[in-house]
């Protein structure tokens, strides 16, 4: 996880645009600014990576993908 956190560093320092596709929050909410949830192929909701930390946020991603 460490490397891609740095390829994404690396590449956001260059003011590049930067697409991580992944099931681990934790890599989504460390490694983007904003995070869109997808469900079936769907979008079931959107918002800034920051309201996906803590319980708080767990619970807020659980109830948009179940």
Do not use: N
Request: proline share 2%; glycine share 10%.
């Amino acid at each position: 996880m460490e490397a891609t956190l740095e390829v994404v560093r690396q590449a956001r320092a260059t003011g590049t645009a930067v697409l991580v596709s992944t099931h681990l929050l934790h890599l989504a909410v460390e490694a983007c600014e904003e995070a869109v949830v997808l469900k079936g192929g769907r979008v079931v909701g959107a918002a800034p990576a920051s309201e996906l930390t803590g319980e708080a946020g767990r619970d807020r991603y659980r109830s948009l993908i179940s």
